[in-house]
Every structure is written in structure tokens, then in C-alpha cells.
């Protein structure tokens, strides 16, 4: 007999969700989405900004994808779920029932009750209705203030830089996300943004926004007062829950679910930003925010939803960025501070740096930090999960080369030459 599954919310979870369903059953699918029409690639925002990519480029499918794979598209807002008949009400638009639903709502810009926080002019940067308003905002302006060391963060910083606007860029660590990188990592990014005359001030918080009809100023925990008419808070995210709660669903800091996706109301699904391990030990945290653990939550998850129920393994860890010039691959385990059973072999050249964390007792590879290089993402994740030593990953370099083309590896492996 052919369901009907609900997704409430069209990124990269709720999407990667709704493909996989099709590719394992007929059951009719639709698919609601307040913020756009049509799935796009939310990490390329910044690049629609700096005039690299058009909205319609940052779309992977073309409009008619959709309709061509019984992807039923709702645009409009979900106001609440009536879990007991099993129907989602939809403001200004029919109520929708379901025989299972995936809420996928993603997360939220953190504010943090900041005095000036609601004036026009200071804001997050999630979706599309927030790069709209950035680029109404940052017309003719002759400054900014970006609050937050995050990868946000320093995305928006590039944006405002990439049209001449000075920016001030606020940072609450002593050194650009010391929390999460080692040592020569963050003062690599320090350089990096510096380099590029954005004006990084270190151990300085937000503590007011000054302003009448827009912002006009910003005070800092420094007591020092910048003006500016702009002001990105971007000090990180949290999940999208309150259309949950509100409908009785179990929450903490996000949607709560188990090692399955479930939710405590039966055919209640949560992936993605907003959902929240009930225990340590299935994610790489209990509130997973990144678009690759997005994509393989609702991978997963559509195994569950088509009667084939698969737990979810997080896997060997990986993320990418960039920030400015320097792009940034990390797999496995790297802490900012290693514990004292894992050491770290380290080379840096010039602007790359490569970083390999074993065990003392084992000499098996933990993890691997690049920046400025390009690593094969196969390579690294294979010689993880089969616990390769050091010695052995040191001998076979050059099998993680992937823009062998461009010659910018072997410089890096002359230096560990022995």
C-alpha cells in the first residue's frame, strides 16, 4: 500500500531524504518549504553575494526534476502538527496529512539578548531572506562589524570585503577558533585574515549595538565604540525546534531522536540540524550541524521511512571550509589540544600545513588536518577506519594527492624527508 511521506523543510536533510525514499519506493512524497521554491546549495550564499554564482546556479537540479520524480513541492510556512490525526497545518495554504513526517527544519541565527540586536541593519546569515536583506543593508555603507569567529563568520567577512566595505571582525577567543583548531592552524587564519585588512580584534565580545531607526555603532567589552551601519551577528546556531515543541514533541536543545531518527511521537521523524541525539556515542555529537552529516542523516533516514530501518554510524569524521585563501580539510580526530596518548606529527610550508594525530601505544592514525591542500577523501578515510600507523601513512604520502596537477604537494613532502 502506497504512503504518503511529509518533509517540512527543503534542505540538504529534507532533500537528500526525499531522493532516497524515490529511489526505494513509489510512496508519494511532498516536500514543504517557507524560505524558496526549489532546493540550493545554502553554502554557496556567499558566493551569490560576491558576484561568483546567480541564484538559479546554486540550484543542483533543474526545476523540472521535481515533478519528474513525484516530488510534490509546497511553498508555504508550517505553523504546527496534529500528531494525533496525523495532519500538518499549513498557515494560509490546506492542512496536509501523512502517514509519516520528517521534520528537517535546520537551525536558527543565535542572538544572545544583545541590547540593538533587533535594529534594521544587524543580522544572521542562514538563507536566502537573510542575503537579501544583507544586500539591501550593505548599500553604500562605509562600515561593518561582524560579530562571531565561526565559519560564518569569516564567510561574511569575505562577502563585505569582496565590495571594498571595511570590516571590523570581532572574535571572543584569544586566537580565530582556538576551540576547535590547534594552535598553528588558528594563527595560520589570524595571518590569513589580516592579510586580507580585515580588522581582527582577538578577546573582544559584543556588548551593545547603538542605533535609532538602523545600526549606527557598536560597543565592545572593551569599551570602545566602532561605527558602522551594519553588524552581522554570526556567533553561531541553534536548532530550528519551536514548530516541535509547540506540536508536543520531545525536545531539549533540539528535536530529541534515537540512533533511528525517531521521535517520541510514532512516525515522527527528525534529521539534521535540528534534531538531537538522545545519547552520547551515534553522532560525532548529539546535535550534528554540518551539511555532510545533513546529508548523511537523511540518507539514513529514508531507509527507516521506506519499512527498512537502518541505525545511523557517523562514520570517520570530515568537514571542509574555507576561509579567505586557504582551503581546510579535516578528517578523523583532530582537538584543538590532543590528550596525552596521541601525538602529532606536523610539517608546515609556506601557506600549507599538514597535520597527522596518532595513537602513542599504537601508532595508528587518528586523524589528518590540511590546509592549503587537497586531500583524497577516500585515501584518508579508508586508512582511518583500517587503522594505518604512522610509519606507514609517512611512506605512502603521496597516494592522498589529489591536485597533483598543480604541483603544490611535493613541496610538503620533501620536508619530512628522512
Not at 29 to 51: C, N
Not at 91 to 108: C, E, F, M, R, V
Not at 221 to 240: K, M, W, Y
Not at 323 to 337: V, W
Request: with cysteine.
Amino acid at each position: 500500500m502506497s504512503r504518503h511521506i511529509v518533509i517540512v523543510g527543503n534542505g540538504i536533510t529534507g532533500i537528500t531524504a526525499a531522493r532516497f525514499v524515490r529511489k526505494l519506493s513509489g510512496s508519494r512524497i511532498t516536500i514543504i518549504s517557507s524560505e524558496t521554491d526549489h532546493f540550493y546549495a545554502r553554502t554557496a550564499l556567499m558566493y551569490i553575494y560576491m558576484g561568483h554564482m546567480r541564484y538559479q546556479e546554486t540550484k543542483p537540479y533543474e526545476d523540472q526534476f521535481w515533478q519528474a520524480n513525484g516530488l510534490d513541492l509546497v511553498r508555504g510556512y508550517v505553523s504546527s502538527v496534529d500528531t494525533k490525526a496525523r495532519v500538518v497545518h499549513v498557515a494560509d495554504g490546506p492542512d496536509i496529512a501523512y502517514d509519516a513526517l520528517l521534520l528537517a527544519t535546520g537551525s536558527k541565527s543565535n542572538r544572545f539578548g544583545w541590547p540593538g540586536q533587533d535594529l534594521p541593519g544587524v543580522q544572521g546569515l542562514y538563507g536566502i531572506p537573510d542575503l537579501a536583506r544583507m544586500e539591501r543593508y550593505t548599500r553604500d555603507i562605509d562600515r561593518a562589524v561582524v560579530v562571531g569567529g565561526g565559519l560564518i563568520g569569516i564567510e561574511m567577512a569575505e562577502m563585505l570585503h569582496s565590495r571594498q566595505i571595511p570590516v571590523t571582525f570581532l572574535v571572543r577567543e584569544n586566537s580565530y577558533m582556538e576551540y576547535l583548531l590547534p594552535a598553528e592552524e588558528s594563527a595560520m587564519i589570524n595571518d590569513e585574515i589580516r592579510r586580507h585588512h580585515v580588522d581582527l580584534k582577538l578577546a573582544t565580545e559584543l556588548k551593545a549595538i547603538r542605533g535609532n531607526t538602523r545600526a549606527e555603532a557598536v560597543e565592545t567589552s572593551r569599551d570602545e565604540v566602532i561605527n558602522c551601519q551594519f553588524v552581522g551577528l554570526t556567533a553561531g546556531v541553534h536548532p530550528n525546534i519551536a514548530m516541535a515543541r509547540a506540536s508536543g514533541l520531545e525536545t531539549a536543545r533540539g528535536i530529541l531522536v534515537n540512533e533511528y531518527f525517531e521521535t517520541s511521537v510514532p512516525d515522527v521523524y527528525a534529521a539534521g540540524d535540528c534534531a538531537e541525539f538522545r545519547t552520547d556515542g551515534i553522532g560525532s555529537r548529539r546535535v550534528e550541524q554540518l551539511w555532510y552529516t545533513g546529508r548523511a542523516h537523511g540518507k539514513t533516514v529514508a531507509h527507516t521511512l521506506c519499512g527498512r530501518r537502518r541505525p545511523y554510524r557517523r562514520g570517520v569524521f570530515f568537514n571542509s571550509a574555507k576561509f579567505f585563501t586557504i582551503e581546510y580539510q579535516t578528517y578523523g580526530d583532530i582537538p584543538a589540544r590532543p590528550s596525552p596518548d596521541v601525538q602529532s606529527w606536523c610539517v608546515r610550508h609556506g601557506g600549507r600545513l599538514l597535520r597527522i594525530n596518532y595513537k602513542t601505544s599504537t601508532r595508528r592514525i587518528t586523524g589528518l588536518n590540511a590546509m592549503g591542500l587537497r586531500l583524497r577523501h577516500d585515501v584518508c578515510e579508508h586508512w582511518i577506519r583500517q587503522g594505518r600507523t604512522i610509519d606507514q601513512v609517512l611512506s605512502s604520502l603521496g597516494k592522498i594527492r589529489f591536485d597533483a596537477e598543480f604541483d603544490r604537494f611535493p613541496a610538503i613532502l620533501n620536508t619530512h624527508e628522512h
